[in-house]
């Protein structure tokens, strides 16, 4: 056997060791969340729980802190951790038993680590510990309630018996894209991203067949910033009386980017949102 082979089957066996240990940390030890306060920042337009100052954000496939709270933790391989505008960063990803994040209560969880030096100033300046992404998300059904500013986790069995006015379907577990229709124009794979602050962000040939269907009311720049990018300048545009889905919205914003998601802005839009992660659907409801 000569040295490159043996190289390549020393790497293949890591590989498939890391892999390994993660899909059993993930499958044989069920990832819990107790929120004991389920208060939500109501001067902030996210959903960022106040006991622990964690953004609920289901654009992110996994579960980030921004500070060690001190927890007995193992490493059990290396994460690509990426942000909307494609800046990437490779980063050790850890296992714990049972983590506190100031009151929430975590068990068997597993994330990463970034200091809050490493990250960009726009999403320093929401002054937050961390993100709560699907790994954990998606092991419970959700109430966000914006008039009692309170975001509930509940189990995947619990329904909730009242007719949505609006609601979006996805089908992958981890990555909620969804499909809509917008002013007529049919628009596929969106990812419904609550940790972004905005109703919509599509591509500028999406837009485009938009512009042609109904013309935006004005169009103004704007500047954003991903988890690792900061002050990135955008077009926005502002429409009047739109239909989404066959309903009309009195006011949409959509900027263009380089993918398309519906943020937390449009959640928003409503009083009530149902995320159903065993149904695999998000109701959305006014009273």
């Known amino acids: 056997m000569n040295k490159n082979r043996k190289i390549v089957l020393i790497v293949s066996f890591i590989i498939l060791l890391i892999v390994g240990i993660i899909i059993y940390c993930y ?17 902030s337009n996210q959903i960022i729980l106040t006991n622990s100052k964690l ?9 980030i ?4 709270f001190n927890q007995r933790k193992i490493i059990i391989g ?6 909307f505008h494609k800046k990437s960063t490779i980063r050790k990803r ?14 068997n969880l597993v994330y990463n680590e970034i200091s809050i030096d ?29 008039d009692k500013n309170t975001l509930q986790n509940l189990s995947k069995t619990t329904t909730y018996n009242h007719t949505p006015q609006f609601t979006l379907r996805y089908s992958n577990a981890m990555k909620p894209k969804t499909a809509v229709s917008i002013a007529d124009v049919k628009l596929k794979n969106i990812l419904i991203d609550s940790g972004f602050n905005i109703d919509f962000t599509l591509l500028s040939s999406d837009i485009e067949q938009i512009n042609q269907c109904i013309a935006p009311d004005t169009i103004f720049n704007t500047s954003s910033s991903g988890l690792f ?14 239909m989404i889905d ?27 949102v149902f995320w159903d992660s065993k149904n695999r659907e998000v109701r959305f409801y006014k009273d």
Do not use: C
């Not at 802190?65 to 060690?68: R, V």
């Not at 290396?78 to 942000?83: G, H």
């Not at 850890?94 to 068990?107: E, G, N, Q, R, V």
């Not at 990018?229 to 739109?242: A, F, G, L, P, T």
């Open 27 to 43: 499958w044989f030890f069920p990832t819990t969340i107790e929120i004991p306060n389920n208060q939500i920042d109501e001067n």
């Open 55 to 63: 953004l609920w954000d289901t654009g992110a496939d996994g579960t």
């Open 65 to 68: 802190f921004f500070k060690d």
């Open 78 to 83: 290396l994460a690509n951790v990426s942000d």
């Open 94 to 107: 850890y296992f714990s038993i049972t983590l506190i994040a100031d009151s929430i209560l975590f068990k």
């Open 118 to 146: 490493n990250i960009s100033q726009g999403v320093q300046y929401l002054a937050i510990n961390g993100i709560l992404g699907m790994n954990v998300i998606n092991k419970y059904n959700w109430i966000i309630d914006f």
């Open 229 to 242: 990018s900061d002050s990135i300048v955008e077009s926005k545009y502002q429409y009047s009386n739109i």
């Open 246 to 272: 066959n309903i009309k919205f009195d006011k949409l914003y959509i900027t263009e980017g380089n993918r398309r998601l519906i943020g937390t802005g449009f959640f928003r839009k409503f009083d009530r």
